[in-house]
């Protein structure tokens, strides 16, 4: 689908390129119909690396299994919040500085985040694999939203980011249309994706109480990262479940 995405480009996506020129950013702005996907799910807004001024990852490792059977819920665990692209970006860097100087991994844990500001943000992205929860990088896409939500909810436009996310990822043929959808918590001992939240996540209609990761062989590899030896969240502050 990739390479003919350049050959198939629909009247309408030729027309909202020409909108977006006298609109600007009234248009780039708003969520639009993935160009190279005929009939995709809105997508929400999502800022790339460039936007947000990520640093160079430093390995990759593709995913060997897609589209992928599970998406995991994250939260950033610290209270620092944003409800702007400008705000969102510092602390997306700051969550990647985290990973790539205390952790000492490669690049930003997540596939993607998702701030209070209505806003989707590239981490790792669909195809590669992340750090964010043991047993599952290989096979899901990891979603953080930024700040900590143990006593309520993110808000209704992080919601919303959230769910077109992974409905967007569905129709890209990312994401399974099968999939399920998991909590942090549910792979190991964390509080993530915070109390209230994980509320949330277990309401989703995609959510699996008993998830069983695949067994997979990660010998296509051209990482420096191990894959499965780590997974945290930002800042020390993924407190271990309380007993
Ligand atoms: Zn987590």
């Given at each position: 689908m990739r390479s003919s995405s350049y050959l198939v480009v629909p009247a309408s996506s030729l027309l909202v390129l020409l909108f977006g020129v006298f609109l600007g950013r009234a248009v780039l702005a708003?969520?639009?119909?993935?160009?190279?996907?005929?009939?995709?799910?809105?997508?929400?807004?999502?800022?790339?690396?460039?936007?947000?001024?990520?640093?160079?990852?430093?390995?990759?490792?593709?995913l060997p299994v897609t589209p992928t059977p599970y998406v995991v819920i994250h939260h950033g665990g610290i209270r620092r919040y944003c409800k702007d692209q400008e705000s969102c970006s510092a602390i997306v860097r700051s969550y990647q500085n985290f990973h790539m100087d205390d952790r000492g991994w490669y690049d930003i844990g997540y596939n993607f985040l998702v701030g209070e500001d209505g806003n989707v943000y590239?981490?790792?992205?669909?195809?590669?694999?992340?750090?964010?929860?043991?047993?599952?990088?290989?096979?899901?896409?990891?979603?953080?939203?930024?700040?900590?939500?143990?006593?309520?909810?993110?808000?209704?436009?992080?919601?919303?980011?959230?769910?077109?996310?992974?409905?967007?990822?569905?129709?890209?043929?990312?994401?399974?249309?099968?999939?399920?959808?998991?909590?942090?918590?549910?792979?190991?001992?964390?509080?993530c994706p915070g109390e209230s939240f994980y509320k949330y996540v277990k309401a989703l209609p995609r959510w699996t109480a008993n998830p069983i990761p695949l067994r997979t062989n990660t010998t296509t590899t051209t990482t420096t990262e191990p894959t499965e030896l780590r997974d945290n969240d930002v800042a020390g502050n993924d407190k271990p479940a309380a007993l």
């Open positions: 708003s969520p639009v119909k993935h160009p190279n996907c005929i009939g995709a799910a809105e997508c929400p807004r999502i800022v790339s690396r460039e936007e947000w001024k990520a640093r160079k990852r430093l390995g990759f490792e593709l590239t981490g790792r992205g669909w195809d590669y694999v992340g750090a964010h929860a043991i047993g599952y990088n290989t096979q899901s896409i990891g979603i953080c939203v930024l700040g900590d939500f143990t006593d309520f909810l993110p808000n209704a436009a992080a919601l919303k980011a959230l769910n077109e996310l992974i409905a967007c990822g569905v129709s890209l043929g990312k994401i399974s249309d099968k999939y399920n959808v998991i909590g942090h918590r549910q792979t190991r001992a964390t509080e």
